[in-house]
């Protein structure tokens, strides 16, 4: 059981790796602290940050299935 744990968080947090390397620069902690600028997500960015919510939420998951097991 332990080895498909692995196997499946070893998958996810490559998959995690490409999907933060798509999203488009720009945006982030910079605008947060000076910036006014206003934008909204739309379509395949809003899908590749969707996207990256979910793999790092089944990431830890996976690494707290991994502790108990």
Do not use: C, D, H
Not at 32 to 56: C, D, P
């Amino acid at each position: 059981m332990n080895i498909i744990i692995t196997t499946i968080q070893i998958i996810v947090s490559i998959l995690l790796v490409v999907v933060i390397i798509l999203q488009p620069k720009g945006g982030g902690l910079g605008s947060a602290f000076g910036g006014s600028y206003v934008r909204t997500r739309r379509g395949a960015e809003k899908f590749l940050f969707q996207v990256t919510i979910v793999l790092s939420i089944l990431f830890v998951g996976l690494s707290i299935a991994n502790i108990l097991v």
